[in-house]
């Protein structure tokens, strides 16, 4: 079983960053794909990015290529997701996800199988 805590929500503004972490524990961090989905009240639960296991190959959504990057710290047990370039569209709970096997793009959440409980990104404008 594996337990995910995310770190490094708040309040930013426009154009300003961010750096989430998400740290694991109860189980083997380097043979799990981990992902960053982010989700508004009343909506859907939207992928962000997902990396492999060793940190070679990420996958990030459209909204977010070429500002966010997801990367991994194995060593640490730690996934993180830099944020640049922050609007206020990025408003969401950020949470991160874990999973055995399969693509680091899935977009569908019922394929993840341990999730964090959440942090809050609110970007003001």
């Known amino acids: 079983q594996v337990q995910l805590v995310e770190s490094g929500g708040g309040v930013v503004e426009t154009g300003g960053s961010l750096r989430l972490s998400c740290e694991a524990s109860?189980?083997?961090?380097?043979?799990?794909?981990m992902g960053w989905f982010r989700q508004v009240a009343g909506k859907e639960r939207r992928f962000v990015a997902g990396i492999n296991e060793d940190d070679r190959f990420v996958s990030h959504a459209d909204a977010v290529r070429d500002r966010f990057a997801i990367s991994r710290d194995n060593a640490k047990n730690t996934l993180y997701l830099q944020m640049n370039s922050l609007a206020p569209e990025d408003t969401a709970v950020y949470y991160c996800?874990?999973?055995?096997?399969?693509?680091?793009?899935?977009?569908?959440?019922?394929?993840?199988?341990?999730w964090g409980q959440g942090t809050q990104v609110t970007v003001s404008s």
């Open positions: 109860g189980g083997t961090f380097s043979e799990h794909i």
């Open positions: 996800a874990a999973k055995r096997g399969g693509p680091i793009w899935e977009s569908n959440p019922e394929n993840w199988n341990y």
